[in-house]
């Protein structure tokens, strides 16, 4: 009855495959972190497969959250997806060069999306937290 691949090494896989960073969305090359909600928290539960420099700083919030709140990972992901620079914003910024040649409109919709996903992360843990 236990032949094949159990689901969770099979998501893994599917993840691994991805090869981008669910936060910056930069090309995931050698080193990659998977991050899974825990156990308490609300359904559905999700992962994210994140770069180094992205896993560090999500390092570096949860250890400033609560031990054991069941959303502080999605608290932290959000707030790292919130502060990281864009990847093509990034890449511009490399040398800190002040020249801004990437089309502003787009960095502006996508700065857009991602205000709206903290903005969703930060509602979300207000509710629990008025549940309480
Ligand atoms: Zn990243």
């Known amino acids: 009855m236990l032949t094949g691949d159990p689901p969770g090494e099979r998501h893994w896989q599917l993840a691994a495959h991805d090869d981008r960073c669910n936060i910056c969305h930069r090309p995931l090359r050698g080193a990659r972190f998977y991050y899974e909600d825990a156990d308490e928290a609300p359904a559905p539960r999700r992962g994210w497969t994140l770069c180094g420099d992205c896993s560090d700083a999500v390092a570096a919030q949860l ?70």
């Open 63 to 132: 250890g400033g959250l609560a031990a054991g709140a069941p959303l502080r990972l999605r608290v932290a992901l959000g707030v790292v997806a919130a502060e990281r620079a864009l990847p093509e914003a990034e890449r511009v910024a490399v040398g800190r060069s002040s020249e801004r040649r990437f089309n502003t409109a787009l960095i502006a919709t996508v700065w857009a999306a991602f205000i709206v996903h903290a903005a969703a992360f930060v509602a979300i843990v207000v509710v629990i937290a008025h549940h309480h």
